[in-house]
């Protein structure tokens, strides 16, 4: 850090490799940005990190940069980013010790999205109180974090407590799922490597010290393992560029 509060000072590697990297990703100039507005056009400049604090405002802009960046439309995997940025919205900054904080910044999220030749990646994250906490502090549930994010996570499963709601975990994992339905199509052996070894089309929820992973072609898993808590709720699918999954 800085001596001023406000500021933050960047050191990048010694290493060139990671250097060019960092700035070729763009993370480097978004890192710089010095302001909300300027977040705010991150996605408009065409980065692969973007922010936003508004969902209903931001999402028809990243369904819509996403499909030029990928070269084609997913509609399932814009589903799921939906439902993602709707529980931000409606719980991520929901609590009393937060109020401030959203009085500031907003319902703020980060996300990330970059694409290969055979696959794409996109990754979303909120500073807000996280799943396991928000589910402490909803509903009085004292179970590890990786017990409340595996149980946020099965179907039916609703904050709100009422009948026909919770739908949301299943748009989450239905990319994957479908995914899985097409494993041939991907030429993926049961060892769980697809592409000549590389990760296996997932997705990943990281909040406070639980790993959610929901591998194609497997049930999910869920761990504590973290050696540090993660503030917030990060979620991250890796999923096949072309396919028929939408």
């Known amino acids: 850090m800085s001596g001023f509060p406000s500021l933050v000072e960047i050191k990048l590697p010694a290493n060139r490799d990671i250097r060019r990297l960092i700035v070729r990703s763009n993370l480097l100039s978004a890192l710089k940005v010095g302001s909300a507005q300027r977040l705010d056009s991150l996605m408009e400049k065409g980065s692969s990190f973007a922010s936003g604090s508004d969902a209903s405002e931001h999402y028809p802009k990243l369904c819509g940069s996403l499909t030029e960046r990928f070269g084609k439309s997913h509609p399932l995997l814009y589903r799921a980013i939906n439902e993602v940025l709707l529980n ?26 970059y694409a ?78 697809v592409f000549g070894g590389l990760p296996v089309m997932h997705m990943v929820i990281v909040s406070g010290r639980a790993y959610y ?34």
């Open 88 to 113: 931000v919205r409606h719980h991520a900054y929901d609590s009393s010790a937060l109020q401030r904080l959203a009085q500031t910044i907003g319902n703020r999220f980060w996300h990330y999205s």
């Open 116 to 193: 290969t030749n055979d696959r794409v990646y996109f990754a979303v994250y909120d500073i807000g109180q996280g799943i396991p906490e928000g589910l402490r502090n909803l509903q009085n549930q004292f179970e590890p974090d990786e017990v409340l994010v595996e149980d946020a996570m099965k179907p039916g499963f609703s904050r709100t407590l009422m009948s026909g709601r919770g739908n949301g975990s299943v748009a989450m994992k239905r990319p994957v799922a479908e995914a899985t339905a097409n494993l041939a199509a991907f030429n993926q052996d049961d060892s769980g490597s």
């Open 213 to 246: 992973r929901l591998d194609a072609g497997h049930t999910p898993t869920a761990t504590s393992d973290a050696k540090a808590e993660l503030v917030g709720t990060f979620i991250e699918w890796t999923l096949p560029l072309a396919g028929e999954y939408e």
